[in-house]
Every structure is written in C-alpha cells, then in structure tokens.
Nanobody
Framework: QVRLVESGGGLVQPGGSLRLSCAAS????????IGWLRQAPGKEREAVAC????????YYADSVRGRFTISGAAGGNTVYLQMDSLKPEDTAVYYC????????????????WGQGTQVTVSS
C-alpha cells in the first residue's frame, strides 16, 4: 500500500530556511519518483520540484530554482526538500506525491498524495 507522509513545515522569517521530509511506504525511490507541489489559499496548485533516480534527474519550478534543493538516496524511501532564502510568496501547504514519472507529478494529477504540511513565511 502506497503512503506518503510529509513533515517539517512551520513558521519562518523571510530569508530563513526549512527542510521538509516526505516518508514513503509501499515503494522505494528507485522504483518511482517523488515530487513536491504546493497550494496557497485562493491560488492554483503549483509544481515545485521532483526527483527521479530512474532518469537520474531533478526538476524545479522557475520560482524556486536556486533556492530549493530536492534530494533522496538510492534504496531509500525518504525525500527531502531543503528550502533556503524563503520568501512570503512561498507560503503554502506543501504536498509530496508520486506517479509513474516526474512529468505526471508536476503537470498532471498524481495518483498518490500525502496529507500536506503548512509552510508560513512571515515576519
């Protein structure tokens, strides 16, 4: 049974950092990619980042490239999203998700989602 559980959200000041974790069960990162999406109140869901060991690739939205880093190890089932230089516009509920490929995670409707973790960037 596939399950995804996010953790690590919280309140941080602008310019600060947070690290989100996504613990997966029912599969490993070698088998399927894991990505992050976010949704702020009143806004559409936005793709953030994805990691695929099969493709040996990491993918980032333009809005976070250079500030966020997604990582995960072969054989593992946990993916991290290191978020640096946070801005108020990064405030959202962050979800991790999995599907057959990063394109599906970031641009379609992933089949499996976590429950989300709130990130608030405010002074």
């Amino acid at each position: 049974q596939v399950r995804l559980v996010e953790s690590g959200g919280g309140l941080v000041q602008p310019g600060g950092s947070l690290r989100l974790s996504c613990a997966a069960s029912g599969f490993t990162l070698d088998e399927y990619p894991i990505g992050w999406l976010r949704q702020a109140p009143g806004k559409e869901r936005e793709a953030v980042a994805c990691i695929s060991l099969e493709d040996d690739g990491t993918y980032y939205a333009d809005s976070v490239r250079g500030r966020f880093t997604i990582s995960g190890a072969a054989g593992g089932n946990t993916v991290y999203l290191q978020m640096d230089s946070l801005k108020p516009e990064d405030t959202a509920v962050y979800y991790c998700a999995t599907a057959s490929g990063c394109y599906s995670i970031l641009h379609e409707d992933p089949e499996y989602w976590g429950q989300g973790t709130q990130v608030t960037v405010s002074s």
